[in-house]
């Protein structure tokens, strides 16, 4: 029988009147604090500080930001059919979640996505209060594994990203280094399949196990049919990426990997996991079998097993493709090894990227310049900013030259009667003036215009070091992480970076880095109304729901 939350009629929580600031610090400090607790095994506290922030109204006020504006799925409802759009059901959905309620978990609710192979991906979408409690009770639970995590995991975790594993690797697999063979693994089905018992038993005497334990059980609706879940997390849920990482602990230690006083490998043996997909580099083909051979008996105490079509041992003379990159060894007889290391965009990526450019150049093909180059924009920054780490160089310039002729494609087509001289003069000319280029497409009324991948530098990511973790009070660490956040300033169009410098990288509403993932907004310090003007003293760069905040206030 499922428990029902009462509403209550009177709000006490003013959404627009939240102190943001000091909500993030004391969210911020419970997690530093339970993460030092870890760090000196002191168990009971760690305890203690887990309880207390699970109970905090600001951890309340995060979890419900964070479901109710930031995720992408926020207005996907689960089988209750609930979605809060408005300030007004956030503050209610606080005052709700803040009282004591005995609660059970709601089934999920079955929808499938597409996959790039052509198969759906089945997600399980939580009820709004199961995803709110699940956000409140990762706060809690994040910090305390972010302390034990092996430095070999990447993925879904604060401070780390796909960057990081492919950097490892380049550092890792370097020609005059000893490792030639490579072990290219998936992990078939992990989110459904992860054994619930030894999932239980890794989190110990954590304080809401039960609550997780009831959302490993409580099933999915598919066409109005409930199916029970007897393994596995659902896909779509706010905590499944955590306890898949949980569950994947210890996969370096199995190995046999250590690290000595400086940080460095000792042993023949490497491994990066990004969530479910790793790679383990060997000295030998015998090994990398023998690793083969020792994973499938670890990952069967969890109830896993490896893909056989996707896993596979390759010298990296072969190469492979990991998230989206291909790594591998190039004859160069000028080296001394011989070889020279290439971490690419992989043959899939660009054949990805070109098909999605595609489709949008087809679907808009009969509108006008700025609403493509406003669609197209976006995708050319982000996949470039991606792949800009890697030698993507020639990769670039092709995919420049494609997109050259897709533009004079949509020219000819808007007009079929002209001549070649009189569309170029008509679409393209040299709209960046920073770069001696007369054949950019734009529109010459309001100076919009398509970017191209050449216009991105090629710069190497800086790995993040060893064990570093936000959530970690080191002044060393926070300072790293400071520096990271001006360094991602460089992904954004150079009049957002100069904002963002003026403002030391930081939301001056809220106090948090302007590059947390939410979306940004350009603030008038003296409005326009009364004679604010665009210039760079009167401008601030600040997060969408801190911009409605000021203007609501």
Request: one cysteine or more; aromatic letters at 10%.
């Amino acid at each position: 029988m499922t428990t029902v939350v009462n509403v209550i009629k009177q709000n006490k929580t003013e959404w627009h009147s939240v102190d943001w600031q000091k909500t993030n610090r004391i969210v911020k400090n419970l997690r530093q604090r339970i993460f030092k607790a870890t760090k000196n095994e002191d168990w009971k506290t760690v305890r203690n500080l887990q309880r207390l922030l699970m109970k905090s109204i600001s951890n309340i006020l995060l979890a419900v930001r964070r479901c109710t504006q930031l995720n992408q799925g926020k207005k996907t409802s689960g089988i209750d059919g609930l979605v809060v759009l408005n300030p007004f059901r956030r503050g209610q959905l606080v005052d709700t979640l803040s009282q004591f309620i005995p609660w059970k978990p709601l089934p999920a609710k079955r929808v499938y996505i597409p996959k790039s192979n052509g198969k759906k991906r089945p997600l399980g979408i939580p009820s709004l209060i199961d995803r709110c409690l699940q956000a409140m009770v990762k706060n809690s639970l994040e910090p305390c594994w972010e302390a034990q995590f092996e430095r070999s995991s990447y993925g879904f975790r604060p401070g780390r990203s796909t960057h990081d594993a492919i950097e490892k690797i380049f550092c890792g697999i370097r020609p005059n280094g000893k490792k030639k063979w490579v072990v290219d693994a998936d992990i078939k089905g992990c989110f459904d399949n992860i054994d619930h018992e030894f999932l239980m038993n890794m989190l110990g005497n954590f304080p809401a196990r039960k609550l997780i334990y009831q959302w490993l059980k409580s099933g999915y609706i598919d066409k109005n049919t409930f199916n029970p879940t007897e393994s596995g997390t659902p896909q779509g849920a706010l905590i499944s990426p955590l306890l898949a990482n949980i569950a994947l602990h210890g996969m370096e230690q199995s190995l046999g990997i250590k690290y000595d006083k400086r940080g460095q490998i000792i042993g023949n043996r490497i491994v990066i996991r990004y969530a479910d997909d790793f790679v383990c580099l060997c000295e030998t083909q015998e090994d990398a079998k023998t690793v083969v051979n020792h994973i499938k008996g670890w990952l069967g105490q969890r109830g896993l097993q490896l893909n056989r079509e996707k896993t596979k041992i390759v010298p990296i003379t072969e190469g492979f493709d990991f998230l989206g990159f291909n790594v591998r060894h190039y004859k160069d007889i000028s080296r001394k090894t011989g070889y020279k290391l290439l971490v690419k965009p992989s043959r899939q990526a660009i054949k990805d990227i070109k098909l999605k450019i595609k489709q949008v150049w087809l679907k808009y093909q009969a509108q006008d310049v700025k609403t493509i180059v406003a669609k197209l924009n976006p995708i050319i920054r982000g996949w470039a900013n991606y792949y800009k780490v890697g030698v993507s160089r020639k990769v670039f310039e092709a995919l420049d030259a494609w997109m050259h002729k897709r533009a004079r494609r949509y020219a000819k087509r808007m007009h079929p009667n002209k001549n070649d001289a009189w569309r170029k003069k008509k679409y393209f000319g040299r709209f960046n003036l920073e770069r001696n280029d007369k054949w950019v497409f734009g529109d010459f009324h309001s100076g919009i215009h398509l970017l191209k991948f050449t216009w991105f530098k090629i710069k190497r990511h800086i790995l993040v070091p060893g064990l570093f973790s936000p959530d970690d009070p080191n002044p060393e660490v926070k300072q790293w992480f400071r520096d990271k956040r001006k360094r991602q300033s460089q992904n954004y169009k150079s009049s957002v970076q100069k904002l963002a410098k003026n403002q030391n990288f930081v939301c001056p509403k809220c106090k948090e880095s302007l590059f947390n993932g939410e979306i940004l907004h350009t603030h008038h310090i003296i409005p326009k109304s009364i004679g604010g003007k665009d210039t760079y003293k009167n401008l601030q760069l600040i997060h969408l729901f801190c911009h409605q905040q000021i203007h609501h206030g």
